[in-house]
């Protein structure tokens, strides 16, 4: 299994906070993504790395922020939560040269 | 921009059986990926099988197989032999192998099993 882990697991917050999800892996795999995984849309991508300092965004990335200053880590901030934001949220990686993306578990993430 | 389809939201089979989910994308590219990852109700996304475009070849991944059909831009999976631990989300999946880094996934498919 791909070593990827993300945290917190499970999170509530309040609406107008920031919150701040963590991805980091040990495989020093060149890519990583954020998607956010609701009802009857499948997985999304928010925003995504090829390499330290370099991300772009992706189709739903309004609202949300990202930082790789490590190969390891990748951060998903969500500036100021909102209800709409209320989602299960998974990062993924994929090695230079892969075909395949590997997942973490995922974080449940609930704006209340 | 490419998209992906999944037109079946839920489907059922009984144990032991055989079950076909179907996918269809859009795309103008000639060279690319496809996947099917399912995911159990412990949310973790798993691979179960890969195709890659330019393979004439359907993938085939033990009680798993796929039909590729290129030109109808159709990637349908196949489970034989149904297990109660088949059941799961099935998402199909997109990669350009060219432009951009991105997976591109379907809406996806509900899988029961029957006992």
């Known amino acids: 299994d791909a070593g990827i882990t993300q945290s917190p697991r499970h999170k509530v917050t309040e609406t107008g906070t920031p919150v701040t999800l963590r991805c980091h892996q040990t495989?020093?795999?060149?890519?990583m993504y954020w998607y956010r995984q609701d009802p009857g849309h499948g997985l999304r991508l928010i925003h995504y790395?090829?390499?330290?300092?370099?991300?772009d965004k992706g189709e739903v990335s309004d609202g949300y922020s990202v930082s790789r200053s490590k190969t390891e880590d990748f951060l998903l901030t969500l500036e100021s939560a909102t209800s709409s934001q209320t989602s299960v949220y998974f990062c993924?990686?994929?090695?230079?040269?892969?075909?395949?993306?590997?997942f973490g578990q995922g974080t449940r993430l609930t704006v209340v | 921009a490419q998209t992906v389809t999944q037109s079946q939201p839920e489907m059922s089979v009984q144990e032991a059986e055989t079950v076909t989910l179907s996918c269809t994308y859009d795309?103008?590219?000639?060279?690319?990926?496809l996947f099917w990852y399912k995911q159990p109700p412990s949310r973790q996304m798993i691979l179960v099988i890969r195709?890659?475009?330019?393979?004439?070849q359907n993938a085939t991944e033990n009680r798993f197989s796929v039909n590729f059909q290129k030109a109808a831009k159709s990637f349908s999976l196949k489970i034989s032999d149904s297990q109660l631990g088949d059941a799961a989300m099935y998402f199909c999946?997109?990669?350009?192998?060219?432009?951009?880094?991105?997976?591109?996934f379907g809406p996806g498919t509900r899988l029961s099993v029957l006992p």
């Open positions: 999946a997109y990669r350009s192998a060219f432009h951009g880094q991105n997976f591109v």
């Open positions: 195709q890659e475009a330019y393979k004439q």
């Open positions: 993924a990686i994929r090695g230079r040269g892969r075909t395949e993306a590997f």
């Open positions: 495989e020093n795999h060149r890519y």
């Open positions: 795309t103008s590219e000639s060279d690319y990926y």
């Open positions: 790395s090829y390499g330290v300092k370099d991300t």
